[in-house]
């Protein structure tokens, strides 16, 4: 299952891994919880609070302080359910929909590392990608 193995794919696969694993840092770590806080509420529009909580595997209390924060940013927008008022609605905005489709910012330097690499070397990579997106969580 070999693809073109271009830098700029194989870094955003590998900032996205990066991500899911947590980072190195507490900031990596953050963005990383962002975008699936995110990516929760794309895949649920529109979502409760209980369904993001409840993909993204953490208490209702935290998942409801981070989502205040994207409504803060913008990203993020809360409406009363049509069909039950009591509950709110959560949807995107279209600048959560950019930051969501922005490639993590690991990506841009990494992309120019690996640029300088062989193409045999990409493909290296690519594969050893594949064997990292398999493991068990």
């Known amino acids: 299952m070999w693809t073109s193995g271009s830098p700029g794919a194989l870094a955003a696969r590998f900032a996205r891994l990066v991500e899911q694993l947590g980072g190195d840092t507490a900031a990596a770590k953050a963005m990383g919880q962002q975008r699936e806080l995110l990516q929760a509420v794309a895949s649920l529009e529109p979502a409760t609070l209980n369904q ?7 208490g209702a209390p935290a ?12 990203q993020v ?5 049509p069909v039950n ?3 709110l609605a959560l949807r995107l905005t279209d600048e959560g929909r950019t930051a969501l489709a922005r490639p993590p910012a690991a ?3 990494l992309e120019g590392r690996l640029g300088r690499l062989a193409t045999s070397e990409l ?15």
Request: charged residues 40%; glycine residues 6%.
């Open 52 to 58: 993001v909580a409840t993909q993204v595997k953490r």
């Open 63 to 74: 998942i409801s302080r981070a989502i205040e924060t994207l409504v803060r940013a913008g």
């Open 77 to 81: 927008e809360r409406q009363a359910d």
């Open 85 to 87: 008022r009591r509950r």
């Open 107 to 109: 990506d841009r330097s």
């Open 123 to 137: 493909r290296a990579l690519e594969r050893g990608l594949e064997i990292l997106e398999r493991l068990p969580g």
